[in-house]
Structures are given as C-alpha cells and as structure tokens.
C-alpha cells in the first residue's frame, strides 16, 4: 500500500484533497471552531509525514489502515468546526474509504467502512442532535449505507482491472518466450537441440518445476525424448499422457497420483499437432499444488503446442535430408561423403583410446565386362545383393559404405589385421552369383593421415588386382 515505487503517483490526488479543505476554511462564511481547524492542521500534516516516512516494510501489516483511520478524526474536527454532520466535509469521510478500495484488502475496507461509521455515528451517541437530531440521523445512516456499496464496488473494478492487466502481462510474457523459443529452434539443425528447447519454453511460460516431451517410439509407445527441469522419472506414466495423446486434448490434473511419489503435486499434459494427429505430448508437472492453469497459461501452452508440432516436423526433415545426402540411392549404405566424415573421427577416437583400426577396399571383379554382358539392372542387382550379403557379415561397430562405382570401403574399429583378414575372406565368400572380389587391407599406423591410410589400403587393392584379381592383399 505505501510502497516506495509509486507513493508519490498514488498519494498525490489524496494528499492534494486533505490540503485543500483545511485551505478553503477561512473562507466564509468562517466558522469559529479554530481549535478544531488547528489540530486538523497538525493531524492532516502528522498523517502525510506518517505516509511518507514510517519504516512501512518492518511494521506489521495491520499497521497500514493506521493513516486512513487516523484521517476519520480529521473529518470529525473538521465538520465540528462548520456545524456537525450536515457539514460538506463529511464528504471527505470517503477519502479513507477509497484509499482502501484502491490499495487495500477486503478486511482493511472493512476496517475503514467501521471507521466511517464512528465519524457519524459516535457525536450523535455521545453528543446528541439538540438541533435537527431526524436530519443528523439519517445523513449518517445514508453514509453508512452508501459506503461499503462504493468501496467494494471500486475494489472489485479495481481487482479486475490488476486481473486484467497481469493476463496482459503474461500474454506479453508468452509471447516472448515463444519468440525466443522459435529463435532457438530455428538456430539449430539438430533434433534434439530442437526438443530441448521446446521443454525449456514451456517451463518458462507456465513456471512448472519439471517439463518433459514424450514421443511415441517404434512400439507406438510413448517414451521421453527430452526434458527440462526437475531430475524425475517420466511423470508420463501418468494416465493423462496417454489421454491427451489418444484424444487430442489437453489434461490436466489438480492432484497427481504417480507423479506426487517424486514430489510433483499438480500436473498438465498438452498434445502436441500435426495435421489433425497427435506427433507428441508435454508434461508439466509442479511441486506445490495448482488449482487450475491460467487463461495466459493455457493460450500459451498452446501457441507453444502449435510451434513445435512445426518445429519437430521441421527437425524430422532436416534428419530425413542429412541421412539422404549420406547414403547411396542404389545399395542404401553409407555414400563417400559419410565415409570421408566419419573415417577422422574413428582415428581420433583410435588414438584417444589406443585401440587398432584397419580398413578395407573392396572392389567387384570384371564389374565393366559383367555390365556389358547381362546389363546394367543387372549389375545394379549384383551391386545391391554384394552389399546386402556383405552387410550381414559385420558387427554393428563396423561402417560399410560405397565408396564409388563398384568400389566399396569397410572400416573396422578394434580390429588387428589378422581379424580384418579373416573378416575380408568370409566378405569374398559371400559374393552372390558365383562373382568375386579382390581387396586390399590395411592396419592404422597411429601417425598417418585419413587419406594416406585409405591410399595404402587402396594400393594394396590394385596390388591384389594386378596379382590375378579374386584375392586380397595386406598393405605393409
């Protein structure tokens, strides 16, 4: 209420009001009470000063109706100094009555309506109304009428105009972290990057403790695929994951069952959109208990909702384009260009590790002379069925990929040489259709390059052609 950041902006029409109805008092007709006037004078001062200086951040908050009610004795001098009740100053009775609407709370109203009544009503218990006693009685039961239907009135507009203006405020807010969140997201190329920031956005917009982005996986069951916040397990074991998913809804949940055994007490779950179907679910889970999410809340989960059904969509296609423009169109292995990527990095780890690395050429015998006879469908089918028969030989560590024409290339992490031969043998004896293959083979020497250590091996290979073809030779 008497909060320094906007005292003055607050005080200044009040403070204007009080002064000037002790200014106005000389003018006639006078009256004769100055007794009256001088101590409303030094009340109405002591009041503002009071206002402005009092420590009001260490007193207790039912110390802050003091001022208002303290003003009600200044009425009180004031309308005995012109006469009692049927004084125009008991219109200043209101002042307190509207600085608690304002700034107040229901029960400082109160307080300050009671106040009023104690303006009108004590002189005429105490005192009497020798004069016009029927006139003085009913101008005060009007006053204590009309009060409490103006303070609430303009304390109720008042709570729905701060209402109001916070959903503003928030919309504002959401608005931002939304902006910010599709700033992240549009930043990054990377899916997961993507989905991270969607969980950070949305604990932002709603100040849940724990967000976390559930997708189906290949069972068509939904797992975690990200998550921002509190370190719980997946709060979608919740039944309303499911819910929201299956119909498209939002869910929410005043009172958590299996998320309250990890300390979240209140949960929401927000489909997530796309052409009409459900792509994913985000969780938002809170500690203390949430009776029901806010309009902003709700608007905003929303707009975010929308924004990464966009977002995933785009980050799926960007994985879809990647894969695509590292894999060859016809044996659907590794191209030259994963090949050349991963190939340093697999030597980098080596090295980190001091684990052995070899790789192998590989290339089709007489592959010219096979296309020449039988065509080149067939020989993209031998192309397709070599890779095929060659892919379930290797382990999963291993990396198979057609380096070009009728060339392949296999790099074999933690491989000696004597296991690459032996890998390279059971490779040749698979060959579909009675063709072969020559391959050269070469063990990391620790120091050498990516591209010396494919030239050795690939000179081993045209060694192994030169020698006869259907062999393989080992680089020394």
């Known amino acids: ?41 030094a009340l109405t001062a002591l009041i503002l000063g009071t206002v402005w200086l009092a420590p009001w951040h260490r007193l207790p908050a039912f110390a802050e109706v003091v001022p208002a009610l303290s003003y009600f004795v200044v009425v009180a001098l004031l309308r005995e100094s012109q006469g009692g009740a049927l004084s125009g100053y008991s219109v200043l009775a209101m002042l307190p009555v509207f600085w608690l609407a304002l700034y107040g709370t229901r029960g400082q109203l109160a307080i300050g309506i009671a106040g009023l009544g104690a303006v009108f009503f004590v002189p005429l218990l105490l005192l009497g109304a020798p004069d016009y006693p029927s006139t003085e009685w009913r101008t005060a039961i009007l006053w204590i009428c009309v009060a409490p239907i103006v303070g609430y009135s303009v304390q109720a507009l008042v709570a729905e105009l701060r209402s109001r203006a916070q959903e503003t405020r928030l919309a504002l807010a959401n608005i931002e972290a939304i902006t910010v969140a599709m700033r992240a997201i549009g930043a990054s190329t990377d899916p997961d990057a993507v989905r991270q920031a969607v969980c950070v956005s949305a604990r932002s917009i709603a100040g849940a403790d724990v967000v976390q982005l559930l997708e189906p996986n290949a069972d068509g069951r939904l797992a975690l695929a990200a998550a921002a916040g509190m370190r719980i397990p997946r709060a979608g074991k919740e039944a309303g994951g499911g819910l929201a998913y299956l119909t498209r809804k939002p869910v929410f949940l005043r009172e958590a069952t299996q998320g309250a055994r990890h300390g979240v007490r209140s949960m929401h779950f927000e489909p997530v959109i ?14 203390r208990p949430v009776k029901c999410l806010s309009q902003g809340v709700e608007s905003g989960m929303q707009m975010l909702s929308a924004e990464a059904a966009i977002a995933l969509d785009r980050a799926r296609l ?36 001091s684990r052995s690395v070899c790789v192998a050429m590989l290339d089709l015998d007489r592959f010219k002379q096979f296309n ?15 890779a095929s028969a060659w892919v379930s030989q290797i382990r999963a560590s291993d990396m198979l990929a057609r380096y070009g024409g009728e060339e392949f290339s296999l790099l ?54 030169r020698s006869g073809r259907n062999q393989f030779v080992t680089a020394t």
Request: contains cysteine.
């Open 372 to 386: 020449d006879d039988r065509g080149h469908q067939a020989g993209d089918r031998l192309l397709k069925q070599a």
């Open 318 to 353: 960007l994985v879809q384009l990647q894969e695509t423009a590292r894999t060859d169109d016809l044996t659907g292995l590794p191209n030259r260009r994963a090949w050349d990527e991963e190939l340093p990095r697999e030597l980098a780890r080596a090295a980190r590790d």
């Open 1 to 41: 209420m008497y909060a320094r950041p906007g005292l003055g902006r607050r005080t200044a029409p009040f403070a204007g009001v009080m002064i000037l109805a002790i200014a106005v008092l000389p003018l006639p007709p006078a009256g004769d009470g100055l007794t009256e006037i001088a101590l409303a004078s």
């Open 274 to 287: 796309r052409d009409e179907s459900a792509v994913a679910v985000l969780v938002l889970g809170w500690s």
């Open 412 to 465: 074999l992490p933690g491989c000696t040489i004597d296991d690459a031969q032996r890998l390279v043998g059971r490779l040749r004896a698979a060959m579909p259709d009675g063709e072969t293959v020559s391959a050269g083979i070469a063990c990391w020497d620790e120091t050498e390059s990516a591209d010396d250590f494919v030239g050795r091996a690939d000179e081993a290979l045209y060694a192994a052609k």
